[in-house]
């Protein structure tokens, strides 16, 4: 692979993670009109918003099949097209069976596009021979915080949800298009002699040698989906914060993992993905330990910027950890891995609700703190130390590109 072939792989790939993170803050973010435009009773929006993940799942494990036949990049090219066409279908519909049809096609599409995206991003990674997948997580974050701006604004302005969606989906997917043939073209067939690595690496993914990532995932989304669901509930029910107030956590949060991701590769380059992941945990349970006991509303805040410093660093290293544990088989490895993502935010939010409800919410905010922590026992499974990308993978620095 060329220089310029992964240059432009590497850009395009950014892109496709950069229009993921808007698509998803869209949807997101305007739930309630969602609910508003379909009269979903608030008895059944849970249905709704629960089967979205869960169709994602499948749409995971649909990809590692359909990755054996084609590549992943064939897989990425038309699914995120299809994820900004059901994002048009949620907004453009009438009928409960509309939206309905409309997310069920988007959680499909988005797991197929979740597993491709970061299939992509092990294997360029693998290329470069140093840590990139960060860079492509923080286009991600900054997706979302583009996502989320350009919601506040629909809302702000008082636009139907296609009056929304319709100007952003013109504009991403003919970028998104073109860049598909970049990140596809860039690709080269992968050589299938066996490579250094644990047992199972060159060959069948063992689930025993995966479980340690598949928890780690599932923790970190824990974490994640508490911030996104009850940081605004929680700073002002609990901080009492201002209703003005309340929206800021969140877009702190999400500032915070940007900056975080921007620089995290400079950091596994320079102390090894162990260390990150370790320092990365600590500091996430550090911060859900500060809005545990704060006093008030601006510890809270302060706690919630430890949170998107510490949480943003694990996800991608996770990914990564996959690839190099099963470097023969790591398309397999990234798409069973990426069901674990659907598991924490499935379980997250109702777990801090109900703990939160019979207990205090102050309380429920200890338990992701805790299963953070036990990313620390897991940790050694992100590879020995010293390692900027792992053991036997080092390219030489002449051969570095971007």
């Known amino acids: 692979?060329?220089?310029?072939?992964?240059?432009?792989?590497?850009?395009?790939?950014?892109?496709?993670?950069?229009?993921?993170?808007?698509?998803?803050?869209?949807?997101v973010t305007r739930i309630p009109a969602i609910q508003d435009q379909y009269g979903i009773s608030d008895g059944l929006l849970p249905v709704f918003l629960a089967a979205v993940p869960i169709l994602a799942g499948a749409g995971s494990v649909a990809t590692e099949k359909v990755v054996a036949r084609v590549r992943p990049g064939v897989v990425l090219r038309w699914s995120q097209p299809l994820v900004l066409l059901a994002l048009i279908g949620v907004g453009a519909g009438r009928e409960m069976w509309h939206v309905a049809v409309a997310l069920g096609v988007f959680g499909l599409a988005v797991g197929a596009l979740d597993a491709s995206m970061n299939m992509l991003g092990v294997s360029l990674q693998r290329a470069y021979g140093r840590s990139i997948m960060l860079g492509f997580h923080a286009a991600y974050s900054l997706g979302g915080i583009a996502g989320a701006s350009l919601a506040w604004a629909g809302a702000r302005w008082e636009l139907s949800l296609l009056g929304s969606y319709l100007p952003v989906v013109l504009l991403l997917l003919p970028a998104a298009l073109v860049g598909s043939w970049w990140y596809t073209a860039g690709e080269e067939p992968e050589e299938k002699e066996e490579e250094p690595g644990p047992v199972g690496a060159g060959?069948?993914?063992?689930?025993?040698?995966?479980?340690?990532?598949?928890?780690?995932?599932?923790?970190?989304?824990?974490?994640?989906?508490?911030?996104?669901?009850?940081?605004?509930?929680?700073?002002?029910?609990?901080?009492?914060?201002?209703?003005q107030l309340a929206t800021v956590p969140y877009n702190v949060y999400m500032v915070t993992t940007l900056l975080g991701r921007a620089v995290g590769d400079l950091g596994v380059r320079r102390f090894g993905a162990v260390a990150v992941v370790r320092g990365g945990s600590l500091l996430a349970a550090g911060g859900f330990a500060v809005v545990a006991v704060a006093p008030g509303a601006w510890v809270g805040m302060l706690g919630f910027t430890m949170l998107g410093f510490g949480l943003c660093v694990i996800v991608p290293q996770t990914f990564a950890a996959a690839g190099r544990m099963f470097p023969g088989n790591s398309d397999a490895a990234v798409a069973r891995l990426n069901i674990f993502n659907y598991v924490g935010f499935l379980v997250g939010s109702p777990l801090v609700g109900a703990l939160g409800d019979a207990w205090s919410y102050r309380g429920a905010m200890l338990v992701p703190m805790v299963l953070v922590l036990a990313t620390l026992v897991y940790a050694r499974a992100f590879g020995p130390e010293p390692a900027r990308y792992g053991g036997g993978h080092e390219r030489p620095h002449t051969a570095d590109v971007g």
Not at 3 to 20: D, I, M, N, P, T
């Open 1 to 27: 692979m060329t220089e310029a072939g992964l240059r432009h792989g590497r850009a395009s790939l950014g892109l496709s993670f950069g229009v993921q993170g808007v698509a998803f803050a869209l949807l």
């Open 203 to 243: 060959g069948a993914v063992s689930f025993r040698l995966l479980l340690p990532l598949c928890l780690v995932m599932s923790f970190a989304y824990i974490g994640d989906s508490t911030v996104s669901n009850w940081s605004a509930k929680y700073l002002q029910d609990v901080l009492g914060g201002s209703e």
